[in-house]
């Protein structure tokens, strides 16, 4: 399985960033995913997660009613859609994918395999 983000970049605060995840190998609709993301010295944070049929989604408390995760099965590829962006939300986003279970996950620990991550700057 690999994993390749895409979309982030820089903004200014109130503006929206739509980011991509696309992923080859294994059964895509199988694997739960989630989007974390990481500030320079900090731990990875959990941003929001989507089970494998994409009926189930939770999402971190201080992106809820901003962002919005889904998922098209049929391309290989889930979305995180970011709106009302602040400077905090600044930082390098991952996508993971769970290979064992199709569900939702907040723990980082869960997921098998990563990306290389995009830069999201949100400038005030």
């Known amino acids: 399985v690999q994993v390749v983000e895409s979309g982030g970049g820089l903004v200014q605060a109130g503006n929206s960033l739509r980011l991509s995840c696309v992923v080859s190998?294994?059964?895509?609709?199988?694997?739960?995913l989630g989007w974390f993301r990481q500030r320079p010295n900090q731990e990875r944070e959990f941003v929001a997660t989507i089970s494998g049929s994409g009926r189930r989604t939770y999402y971190a408390d201080s992106v809820k009613g901003r962002f919005t995760i889904s998922r098209e099965n049929a391309n290989n590829t889930a979305y995180l859609h970011m709106d009302k962006l602040i400077p905090d939300d600044t930082a390098v986003y991952y996508c993971?994918?769970?290979?064992?279970?199709?569900?939702?996950?907040?723990?980082?620990?869960?997921?098998?395999?990563w990306g290389q991550g995009t830069q999201v700057t949100v400038s005030s």
């Open positions: 190998g294994g059964s895509f609709s199988s694997y739960g």
């Open positions: 993971g994918v769970d290979e064992e279970y199709p569900t939702a996950n907040v723990a980082a620990v869960r997921y098998d395999t």
